[in-house]
């Protein structure tokens, strides 16, 4: 591999970054590539969706023991919901701060620290005695904490390593991992559970996967210049870093963004209450169609989040492929493509969890019909919103959105919908008879304010359909500027085959044009 020459020469030309080994030699006025293999990129990326589906098991495992969890710590109803919005609730207070430091900073190190971070808090959460149940809601802030980086700042670095043509697919295998992770957190719990009688060793087996990810980052990758994928000269023209606060207002007045956050918002106030509190739904809809004896002590049967964790791994993979594939195919035709299909999923969601609800009491089948349905329609949406993010924000802004996005989203969404779902369920109980057939269905009239959320989400996104061009077209507009300032920069994609390997690689150029 060939590093260049050893004598100084003017900043921003003459490095290299990368893995890939280039022949040429620089100089003072040649072009600055950034290069690597395209191996050595699916490697990088297929490493980030195997740490997202760690950082989405860490989401829901909780919930997959919830009922032994209650047992353990004595929680009611109303208050375990807390679990869930202490933990998304220090998530959203602690990403905009990592959307801040990996704008600007490196965005490798930002990231193992919170793998650090949360790996660390789960181990030892698992170790706090039933008398401090205060305790164990800390720990779960922390783990909210850790799991923020890497929400916010992962899908920036996979933008920087493909081209634009190639997000939608890479995206796509990435959010799969979303509903993929979410269903092995409540599988995992369930089975670690029903093998050692103990549901806390579920949250000690995390941080053994967690240490193996963490050295495959260390290890495998890389950390691109921002923009790096892009005909955008920002990255190399040393154009003044914008304020945090100019960013914010730059993304107010992107419509798209602003209306696309706000259905991203719908989306997660679902998935957080269903997630939260199906496993106990399913269980208690069991018991009154006489198919289950009540659990009167822990560990409780699990049979209700193994079947729930492999209906949402099912339906999240088929969803993400149908939707993302949709999208590129669709969008072929019709530019306002991504908005159109994240409304209609969210429309016709509503009205399958409508049907589940309704049908819960007389048959379950049904209800497992209906609900597998919603969630494939949820799942739909995951990769198509990180595209419409992606291609009407700046790249120098994306940790920034991303970060404003999580945060509006959790706050809004699935930081009170666990909490607001419980409490709904508790006044209503507290009215009736105190029988299981009235648990249920107090919990199941509670889930009723999902189907309005859900509706008003799908509104959300024919909004952002309208201003979808206009803001693409202000983003294209914005890169072509910084460029035309950068003095004759030339960027683009380039196929480098002198790669000792002899294998075909993506080789990044800019700089000042021969």
């Known amino acids: 591999m060939s590093m ?17 080994a280039s022949d040429q030699r620089s100089t003072a006025t040649a072009p600055a590539p950034w290069s ?43 208050n375990v919901g807390l679990l869930q919005t202490v933990f998304i609730g220090c998530l959203l207070l602690s990403a905009p701060v990592f959307g801040y430091l990996g704008d600007r900073h490196s965005r490798k190190a930002t990231l193992t620290f919170g793998i650090l971070l949360w790996s660390g808090a789960g181990l030892s959460s698992s170790f706090i005695s039933r008398r401090h149940s205060w305790l164990f809601f800390l720990s779960r802030g922390i783990v909210g904490t850790g799991t923020a980086s890497y929400s916010t700042i992962a899908p920036t670095i996979l933008g920087d390593l493909f081209v634009r043509d190639q997000w939608t697919r890479v995206l796509a295998v990435f959010y799969i991992f979303i509903p993929v992770g979410s269903g092995l957190g409540y599988v995992l719990g369930s089975v670690v559970t029903e093998l050692t009688g103990n549901w806390l060793w579920a949250l000690r087996v995390m941080p053994c996967l967690e240490a193996v990810a963490l050295v495959l980052f260390i290890l495998l990758v890389p950390d691109p210049p921002r923009g790096a994928a892009e005909k955008q000269g920002e990255a190399t023209t040393k154009r003044p870093r914008s304020t945090w ?12 963004f602003v209306w696309s956050t706000f259905g991203v918002t719908a989306t997660a106030f679902v998935t957080g209450a269903l997630g939260f509190w199906i496993p106990k739904f399913l269980f208690e809809a069991r018991v009154v169609h006489g198919q289950q004896l009540p659990c009167l002590r822990e560990p409780c049967n699990s049979q209700d989040s193994l079947i729930f964790g492999s ?110 779902t419980g409490l709904i369920s508790s006044a209503l109980r507290a009215r009736r008879p105190n029988s299981y057939l009235q648990r249920f269905l107090s919990l199941q009239q509670s889930f009723l304010c999902c189907v309005f959320v859900v509706a008003l989400g799908g509104g959300c996104f024919l909004l952002t359909a309208l201003y979808l061009e206009r803001d693409q077209t202000q983003a294209q507009e914005s890169r072509t500027e910084i460029k035309g300032k950068g003095s004759k920069q030339s960027w683009g994609p380039h196929t480098n085959k002198k790669a000792a390997s002899g294998a075909e690689g993506v080789l990044w150029t800019w700089g000042p044009c021969a």
Not at 4 to 20: F, N
Not at 47 to 76: E, H, S, T
Not at 245 to 256: F, I
């Open 4 to 20: 260049g020459h050893s004598e100084p020469r003017p900043e921003g030309q003459g490095r290299h970054y990368g893995a890939l």
């Open 245 to 256: 606060c100019e960013d914010v207002r730059y993304l107010a007045r992107n419509w798209s």
């Open 311 to 420: 209906l949402t791994i099912m339906t999240g993979i088929i969803g993400v492929v149908l939707g993302a594939e949709a999208s590129r195919r669709y969008k072929k035709v019709n530019p306002r493509a991504e908005p159109l299909i994240c409304a209609s999923s969210l429309l016709a969601t509503a009205l399958c969890l409508y049907l589940a609800l309704v049908l819960a009491p007389t048959t379950l089948l049904g209800f497992y019909v209906f609900l597998a349905l919603g969630e494939l329609l949820l799942s739909c949406n995951w990769a198509v919103v990180a595209d419409i993010l992606l291609s009407v924000v700046v790249p120098r802004c994306r940790g920034t959105a991303e970060a404003l996005q999580i945060t509006v989203g959790h706050v809004l969404g699935d930081a009170c919908s666990p909490y607001l």
């Open 36 to 78: 690597l293999p395209r191996r050595r990129a699916y490697v990088a990326a297929a490493v980030l969706c195997y740490i997202n589906l760690l950082n989405y098991m860490n989401w829901f495992i909780i919930a997959g023991v919830l009922l032994d969890v209650q047992k353990f710590f004595q929680i009611r109803d109303s």
